[in-house]
């Protein structure tokens, strides 16, 4: 089983959502031996913007691409390789500002291309990247799970499905921001969630 960890949070070491997904990928590792685990920082090494000149890089044919245009374009297919590659996906999203992170959206914009990680069909879109789990762990100072202030969940459980991955487990930890009780509960309550999982 090949696990692909995702962290999208700026604040690296001190990140809640890091640390947590970290252990997550540790506790599906021990799970599953034999398992192996390769972990992708955006915070750490952030991935470009999707930008007018990175989607004309996209749209322009493989072989009239300039130099540029083509490491542009290989920056998206490295990540659209470790994805493809994944059994496992684990991500650390943490939320900013009711969303989420702008590291996290990039690497959105950058795994997903028409005709790669899925197709437009008569009947509609269908995701190509099928048969994978995916957990997300979601960090938030306070508490919104349930709530209409919630974007992160619906919006990354429609994302991931309209890519095929519809076998989403989410893992909150909530509160965290809101005195070191709520904290420490947060966490606690987190890692019983996690040590639950297959």
Do not use: C
Request: aromatic fraction near 6%; proline fraction near 5%.
């Amino acid at each position: 089983m090949k696990i692909l960890q995702i962290n999208s949070s700026v604040r690296s070491a001190n990140s809640h959502s890091n640390r947590l997904a970290a252990e997550l990928s540790a506790h599906l590792l021990a799970q599953h031996p034999g398992a192996t685990l390769q972990v992708r920082d955006l915070g750490v090494t952030p991935h470009p913007v999707l930008d007018e000149t990175a989607l004309q890089a996209l749209f322009t044919p493989a072989d009239q691409r300039t130099e540029a245009q083509q490491a542009r374009v290989a920056q998206d297919d490295a990540l659209i390789a470790e994805l493809q590659a994944a059994d496992s996906v684990v991500i650390g999203a943490p939320m900013y500002n009711f969303g989420i992170s702008a590291q996290l959206k990039n690497w959105i914009d950058a795994i997903s291309r028409a005709g790669v990680t899925f197709r437009y069909t008569a009947q509609g879109p269908e995701g190509l990247l099928t048969g994978k789990k995916v957990y997300v762990v979601l960090s938030r100072g306070g508490l919104y799970r349930n709530t209409p202030n919630d974007t992160q969940m619906p919006y990354l459980r429609a994302f991931l499905g309209f890519l095929g991955m519809s076998d989403v487990e989410f893992i909150y930890a909530e509160g965290l921001a809101m005195g070191p009780d709520s904290e420490a509960q947060a966490l606690s309550a987190a890692r019983a969630e996690i040590a639950q999982l297959n």
